[in-house]
């Protein structure tokens, strides 16, 4: 069920998002919810989500919990969502071998089938929008959002686990520029310095989303250099 908005909270947290809460209403009643609020409360109480008392922002915590919420998902109706998760996989061999086209156009349906349950034309959709769609990804990475890196954030990087020999990726949104400009803000700002104890090859993923495009284009650069 949609209480309150919750689908779409849930889907950006599956996107590697966070999402603010109000802790303090819930009243450690198990059957009465007045509020989405209570009911990621009642998650956090029960293990499923974490909870940040700093930011007062709710996440899902690992891969492990991950899975469950996509277990429910695949017998709750969430269809749209796990059409996107079950694409992630090609989504991801396509950047691996540098299939800039295909990339594109793997954001392009991720972005549209998630559409119906975020804000389309939100830069925060765009960004969920595209965590979701490297979803598989987080088996042989740890994903990172907004990574501080001295000089800004960087948007997405993928830092591959220890033993799997994959290359690191770090990717750059933006909206309504260029991919090239993307890529060339990476360079600008030395996102990669900040992968720090990391050695080897790293891929770099410019997107862009032009909202004003008749057809909502996507476009994509993907470079290749060492660390």
């Given at each position: 069920?949609?209480?309150d908005?919750?689908?779409a909270?849930?889907?950006?947290?599956?996107g590697?998002?966070?999402?603010?809460v109000?802790?303090f209403?819930?009243?450690?009643?198990?059957?009465?919810?007045?509020?989405?609020?209570?009911?990621?409360?009642?998650?956090?109480?029960?293990?499923?989500?974490g909870?940040?008392?700093?930011?007062?922002?709710?996440?899902?915590?690992?891969?492990?919990?991950?899975?469950?919420?996509?277990?429910a998902?695949?017998?709750?109706?969430?269809?749209?969502?796990?059409?996107?998760?079950?694409?992630?996989?090609?989504?991801?061999a396509?950047t691996?071998?540098?299939?800039e086209?295909?990339?594109?156009?793997?954001?392009?349906?991720?972005?549209e089938?998630?559409?119906?349950?975020?804000?389309?034309?939100?830069?925060?959709?765009?960004?969920?929008?595209?965590?979701?769609?490297?979803?598989?990804?987080?088996?042989?990475?740890?994903?990172?959002r907004?990574?501080?890196?001295?000089?800004?954030?960087?948007?997405?990087?993928?830092?591959?686990?220890?033993?799997?020999?994959?290359?690191?990726?770090?990717?750059?949104?933006?909206?309504?520029?260029?991919?090239?400009?993307?890529?060339?803000?990476?360079?600008?700002?030395?996102?990669?310095q900040?992968?720090?104890?990391?050695?080897?090859?790293?891929?770099?993923?410019?997107?862009?989303?032009?909202?004003?495009?008749?057809?909502?284009?996507?476009?994509?650069?993907i470079?290749?250099?060492?660390k």
């Amino acid at each position: 069920m949609d209480f309150d908005g919750l689908r779409a909270d849930i889907v950006r947290m599956l996107g590697g998002g966070r999402v603010r809460v109000n802790a303090f209403s819930f009243q450690n009643d198990m059957h009465n919810f007045r509020t989405k609020d209570d009911i990621l409360t009642l998650l956090v109480h029960l293990g499923y989500l974490g909870y940040d008392s700093e930011t007062e922002e709710v996440f899902i915590p690992n891969k492990e919990i991950m899975r469950e919420f996509e277990n429910a998902m695949s017998v709750g109706g969430w269809q749209e969502i796990m059409q996107i998760l079950k694409a992630s996989e090609r989504l991801l061999a396509d950047t691996l071998n540098g299939d800039e086209k295909s990339v594109a156009k793997g954001l392009l349906q991720a972005h549209e089938q998630s559409a119906s349950i975020l804000s389309y034309h939100d830069e925060n959709s765009l960004s969920c929008a595209v965590g979701l769609a490297y979803y598989s990804a987080r088996k042989d990475y740890r994903m990172i959002r907004e990574l501080p890196t001295g000089r800004g954030f960087a948007d997405l990087v993928f830092l591959p686990l220890a033993h799997t020999g994959k290359p690191a990726i770090v990717v750059e949104l933006k909206y309504n520029k260029s991919a090239c400009a993307a890529i060339q803000q990476i360079k600008d700002r030395h996102y990669t310095q900040a992968l720090e104890g990391y050695v080897g090859e790293i891929l770099l993923v410019g997107i862009n989303y032009d909202k004003n495009a008749v057809d909502r284009n996507y476009s994509c650069v993907i470079e290749k250099i060492k660390k």
